[in-house]
C-alpha cells in the first residue's frame, strides 16, 4: 500500500455472502489517475465496484479511501469520498438535469436537503465543467444518451468525492460521445484530484485512457499493468480465450480468423491499400494470400490475421529477390490476382515483378470482380 | 433553486389554500338545509343565533368536511410514498390492493364484534385496517421483487384488490341482517357519519405520519434516482424502506378505518400536484399533495351530496370518474417520453 494512494485494496475477495465472484484483487491508485477493469463477459467487474462502493460486503481483505478502511466509515463519510455513475437508467418524472446534478450534493445538506449558495454554486461549476448547463431546464427523460451521461458525470463531480466509480459509462454511446466523455473525464480527474475506477468493454478506449489496467479472469485478477503491459504479445487474446481471431495490440482491435484452406486469390497489398479487399474475401470465405507486405507496414497486423498465406519481408528493408521467389511460387497455385497499391516506390519494387508476372499470365482481376 | 421556480410554487400553494378554503366553506353551506355563509360561519364556532345551524355545522357537517380534508391528505401522501417506493407513477393504495387488504380485515372485525356484542372503538378499527393494508403490502412487495414491468406489478396489486373484495362481499352476503346496512355502506366507500372522537384520532395519525413523511423528503428525493445512488448518497436504504412501508401503510389504513376504500385519490392528486409544480422534488410535493387531496376530497364528497340529493353516491364513484382519466393521461405521457427516449 504507497502511503499517497487516494484508493488502495488489499487483496480483496468479493462476492455474495460466502461465494467469490473475483478474488486476489489488489492495487492502490493515486489522486487523478484512471484504474479501468476489463476481462470477458460475467467476470465480476460490477461486483467489484459494488463492493468498493460498500454496497455489498467484501468478502475478505480490505479497501482503503485516504488510508481510512471503508467498512468503519459511516454512510455520510463514505458519501462524501465516493461517487458513483451507473448504466442504469433514471426513472424518475420530472426531475430537471439540474435536480439530478443537485441530489451530488445530499451528503452535505441538513435535514430537508436545502441547498446553500455554495451548494448551487458547486452545482452550477460542475455542470459548466461538463459542459451541460444548457440542459439545466431539460428533463432527465427526454435528453440523449450522451448528454445524460455528462449530466451524470456532472453529478458525481458535484459530490466532492475523492474517488469516482463508473460501472461501463460509454455503453449506449455512439463512437463521438464515447471519446468526449472519456476525454473529459481524464481532463476532470487531473484538476479536481479524482481516482477513478471504471469497468469498460471497449478494449480500444481502456488502452487509450487508462493509466492502470486491471484484468479479471477465471474469478481472479489476473494481471494489473499500464497499458503497454497489458496490451502486449498475445495477452489479450489469452485473457478474453479468443479462438474465433486476434487482438492487434497496436489498434486496440480484434480481427476473425483467416479462412484456412489453400490460397485462391493473390492479393498484392501494402501500405494499407489492400485493408478492404482482405475484410471483402473474408466475408466471402475466400481463403487468400497476401504479399509482399513489411512486418511494419500498416496493414502488417490485418494480413497476418486475415491471410492463409501471407509472405512477408522484414521491416525497413527493400523486398529480397528470395521473398519475390517465393511469392512467384504462391502466386502460380492462385487462379486470381489483384493488385491493390497504385504505386511502388525502393523498397517495395519487388513488387512490380510480381505485378508483371500477373499481367503475363492474365489472372489478373478487378477488386469489382471478386 | 431559480427565481421562476420559486415564483411557480408560491403561485401553486396559494392556489390550493384557496380552493381548499373554497371547498371547506361550499361544505359547510350545501346541504339538505341550506345554510348562509355568515351563519356557517358563526356555526363552527357555535355562536350561530339559530340553534340548528349549529347543531348541523357543529355535529355533521364540519366533522365530515374535516374528514375529508384530512383522509384526502393522507391518502395522496400514501400514494405519493408508494410511487417513490415502487418507482412507478400509477401506484396508489387503491390500485396495489392496500385499501382492499385494509377492507377485508376491517369487515371480519366488524361482523366478529357486532355478533358478540362489542362496540368498536375508532383505534381498533384503524389497528384492524393497519393490519390488513400491512397483509396486502407485504404480498405486493414480494410480488414487485418478481416484475419489474410497472403495469404487471399494478394488475397484480387490482387482482389482490379482487381476491380481498370477493371474500369481503362473501363475509357481508353471511353477516346478520342487522350487520349488513352498516357493513355495506363503509364498504363502498363514505365520510359520512364522522364524530368528534373519531377525528381526534384521525388527527393524530394523520398529521404525526404526514409530518414524518414530509422529514423523510430529503431521502425520498435520493431514493427517486435508484436504489444504488440512493446507498451511495449515505441513505440507508433497509431502515428507509421500512419507514416508507410503515407510514404509507398507516396512512391509507386510517382512510380505509374511517371512510372505506377510496380509489384513485392516491394516484391522481401526486401526479396532478407534480403537473401542477413542474417537479416531483418531495419536499414540494408531499406538502402540495396533502393539500390538493385535502381540497380534491372536499369537491368529491361535494358532488357526492349535492349531485343527486337527498340520495348519497359513494365518495368512491366520484373519485373514480376524476381519477382513472388522470391514470390513462400518466401512462401516454410515459409512451411518449419512450418514444422520444
Not at chain 1, 91 to 111: I, L, Q
Not at chain 2, 194 to 205: E, G, Q, S
Amino acid at each position: 500500500m504507497q502511503d499517497n494512494a487516494a484508493i488502495s485494496a488489499e487483496n480483496i475477495s468479493v462476492g455474495y455472502g460466502k461465494i467469490t465472484v473475483a478474488g486476489n484483487i489488489t492495487f492502490s491508485l493515486n489522486s487523478g489517475e484512471i484504474l479501468t477493469l476489463i476481462g470477458p463477459n460475467g467476470a465480476g467487474k460490477s461486483t467489484i465496484l459494488k463492493s468498493i462502493a460498500a454496497q455489498l460486503h467484501l468478502v475478505s481483505g480490505s479497501v482503503y479511501i485516504d488510508k481510512r478502511e471503508i467498512s468503519s466509515m459511516k454512510e455520510r463519510e463514505l458519501s462524501r469520498k465516493l461517487s458513483l455513475v451507473l448504466t442504469e437508467r433514471i426513472h424518475a418524472e420530472r426531475m430537471t438535469c439540474e435536480d439530478v446534478v443537485a441530489t451530488g450534493r445530499y451528503p452535505y445538506t441538513g435535514r430537508l436537503g436545502l441547498l446553500s449558495s455554495e451548494d448551487i454554486r458547486i452545482i452550477d461549476e460542475a455542470m459548466e465543467l461538463t459542459g451541460i448547463s444548457y440542459l439545466k431546464d431539460s428533463d432527465i427523460k427526454e435528453i440523449s444518451d450522451g448528454q445524460r451521461q455528462c449530466v451524470m458525470l456532472a453529478r458525481a463531480i458535484a459530490q466532492q468525492p475523492k474517488v469516482m466509480l463508473l460501472d461501463e459509462p460509454t455503453s449506449f454511446l455512439d463512437v463521438n460521445n464515447k471519446l468526449e466523455l472519456l476525454s473529459l473525464l481524464r481532463k476532470l480527474v487531473k484538476e479536481k484530484h479524482i481516482a477513478v475506477i471504471q469497468s469498460i468493454h471497449e478494449l480500444d478506449l481502456a488502452q487509450r485512457f487508462s493509466d492502470k489496467i486491471l484484468c479479471i479472469k477465471n474469478r481472479k485478477a489476473d494481471r494489473i499493468g499500464t497499458s503497454d503491459e497489458i496490451f502486449s504479445g498475445d495477452y489479450i487474446d489469452r485473457l478474453y480465450g479468443i479462438s474465433s481471431g486476434s487482438f492487434m495490440n497496436l489498434y486496440g482491435t480484434a480481427e476473425p480468423a483467416a479462412v484456412s484452406g489453400e490460397p485462391k486469390i493473390f492479393v498484392i497489398g501494402g501500405g494499407g491499400s489492400g485493408v478492404f479487399i482482405y475484410h471483402k474475401l473474408w466475408r466471402k470465405n475466400i481463403p487468400f494470400a497476401a504479399g509482399i507486405i513489411h512486418k511494419n507496414d500498416i496493414e502488417f497486423p490485418i494480413a497476418k490475421a486475415l491471410a492463409s498465406v501471407l509472405i512477408d519481408e522484414n521491416a525497413f528493408e527493400a523486398v529480397s529477390d528470395k521473398t519475390v521467389q517465393k511469392a512467384l511460387k504462391i502466386m502460380g497455385k492462385c487462379s486470381k490476382i489483384i493488385c491493390c497499391p497504385e504505386q511502388f516506390g525502393t523498397m517495395n519494387a519487388g513488387c512490380i515483378d510480381l505485378l508483371k508476372e500477373a499481367q503475363k499470365c492474365g489472372k489478373l482481376v478487378n477488386v469489382e470482380d471478386i | 433553486m431559480n427565481k421562476k421556480r420559486s415564483t411557480r410554487y408560491a403561485a401553486g400553494f396559494t392556489l390550493l389554500i384557496i380552493l381548499t378554503i373554497v371547498f371547506f366553506f361550499l361544505n359547510l353551506v350545501k346541504g339538505s338545509s341550506s345554510i348562509s355563509a355568515a351563519d356557517a360561519f358563526y356555526g363552527i364556532f357555535g355562536k350561530s343565533i339559530d340553534e340548528s345551524v349549529n347543531t348541523i355545522i357543529l355535529d355533521i357537517r364540519l366533522p365530515r368536511c374535516i374528514a375529508a380534508m384530512l383522509l384526502g391528505g393522507a391518502l395522496s401522501i400514501s400514494g405519493f410514498l408508494l410511487q417513490c417506493f415502487f418507482g412507478n407513477p400509477i401506484a396508489g393504495p387503491y390500485v396495489l390492493g392496500i385499501s382492499s387488504g385494509a377492507k377485508l380485515i376491517v369487515a371480519l372485525t366488524m361482523i366478529f364484534s357486532l355478533k358478540n356484542g362489542i362496540v368498536l372503538s375508532s383505534a381498533v378499527m384503524v389497528t384492524a385496517s393497519f393490519i390488513g393494508s400491512l397483509i396486502s403490502m407485504g404480498t405486493i412487495i414480494l410480488i414487485s421483487g418478481k416484475v419489474k414491468n410497472m403495469a404487471q406489478l399494478v394488475i397484480s396489486g387490482v387482482m389482490i384488490g379482487y381476491v380481498c373484495s370477493a371474500v369481503t362481499e362473501l363475509v357481508v352476503t353471511f353477516a346478520d341482517d342487522a350487520n349488513i346496512v352498516n357493513l355495506h355502506n363503509w364498504s363502498m366507500g363514505s365520510f359520512s357519519g364522522t364524530d368528534r372522537d373519531d377525528i381526534l384520532v384521525m388527527l393524530c395519525i394523520v398529521i404525526s405520519s404526514s409530518a414524518a413523511a414530509f422529514m423523510l423528503a430529503k431521502p425520498l428525493g435520493a431514493y427517486q434516482l435508484g436504489e444504488s445512488y440512493a446507498e451511495n448518497l449515505g441513505v440507508n436504504i433497509r431502515a428507509f424502506r421500512l419507514v416508507l412501508i410503515f407510514l404509507s401503510s398507516l396512512l391509507s389504513a386510517c382512510v380505509t378505518a374511517f371512510a372505506g376504500p377510496v380509489s384513485f385519490v392516491g394516484i391522481a392528486v401526486p401526479h396532478l400536484m407534480k403537473s401542477l409544480f413542474g417537479t416531483s422534488k418531495p419536499l414540494i410535493i408531499i406538502p402540495a399533495s396533502f393539500i390538493g387531496g385535502a381540497a380534491v376530497c372536499m369537491m368529491c364528497d361535494l358532488i357526492a351530496r349535492m349531485l343527486f340529493a337527498p340520495v348519497e353516491l359513494s365518495i368512491s364513484t366520484v373519485t373514480a370518474v376524476f381519477g382513472a382519466p388522470v391514470v390513462i393521461l400518466i401512462m401516454l405521457r410515459r409512451n411518449r417520453q419512450k418514444g422520444c427516449g
